[in-house]
């Protein structure tokens, strides 16, 4: 136990906070109602994806009772899974959501892209900067059907209407997760390389940036049940 408290510290307590956080959630919003019916089941899958990933690696530093190399590779295959996951579930989230034909071929197209990436990018596993290159390919890639959700929700959509539309405060909180993260993502193989403490200090940016994500999600889960807007 000694030794996850370690690992915990290492991320300043944001770790098991933001798992924390996703356990509540994840009881929340798939407890039967019409509350429920705010969050599509992809959304509910990549929470629930989100949580079992890094309670799977606090398992294995419990099972070990150390913290080493098969741990960090452990933690970058579990990053990577997650990663890929979670591109195909949001990706999903998006094209479903989405009227346009052309627009939805250019998400399919750049999911594809991206598990062509994933697979070549497999072969140097457990390599940390695998990790760091696919998300931050993903980040890239993800803002594209981001950018068309807005932009075809305020051409279809009246302003007063947005604040009661679960989709919009989802897609919020993708795009503000994404925002948030692709600068520390492009700058993070230099830090890893060159200036490691300092990033060590900047990785909470992630389960900050995650747990408001999270929050937001809440807040779709909250709108009203009657909303015509979803």
Not at 93 to 99: A, Q, R, V
Not at 114 to 122: E, K, V
Not at 164 to 180: D, E, K, M, Q, Y
Not at 195 to 217: C, R, V
Request: proline share 4%; net charge positive.
């Amino acid at each position: 136990m000694e030794t996850l408290i370690k690992s915990w510290q290492y991320t300043f307590y944001f770790w098991p906070i933001t798992c924390f956080i996703t356990i509540v959630f994840i009881i929340l919003f798939f407890l039967p109602g019409k509350r429920s019916k705010n969050l599509p089941l992809t959304i509910k899958l990549y929470v629930t994806a989100y949580s079992i990933t890094f309670i799977l690696i606090d398992l294995s530093v419990l099972i070990r009772n150390k913290y080493d190399y098969f741990t960090d590779s452990l933690r970058n295959y579990g990053d990577y899974f997650f990663s890929i996951t979670e591109f195909i579930l949001v990706a999903y989230f998006f094209y479903s959501h989405n009227k346009s034909h052309k627009q939805k071929q250019v998400i399919v197209y750049v999911t594809v892209l991206f598990l062509i990436i994933a697979i070549i990018l497999a072969f140097h596993l457990p390599d940390v900067l695998v990790v760091i290159r696919l998300y931050t390919t993903q980040t890239f890639l993800l803002l594209i059907p981001v950018f068309f959700y807005f932009m075809n929700l305020f051409k279809t959509t009246f302003i007063n209407d947005i604040s009661n539309t679960p989709s919009f405060w989802i897609s919020a909180g993708i795009a503000f997760f994404l925002l948030c993260t692709i600068t520390l993502s492009i700058i993070e193989t230099f830090f890893l390389n060159h200036k490691p403490l300092i990033l060590a200090k900047l990785y909470p940016i992630y389960y900050i940036s995650y747990i408001l994500m999270f929050f937001m999600f809440l807040r779709a889960y909250l709108c009203k049940p009657n909303t015509v807007n979803s």
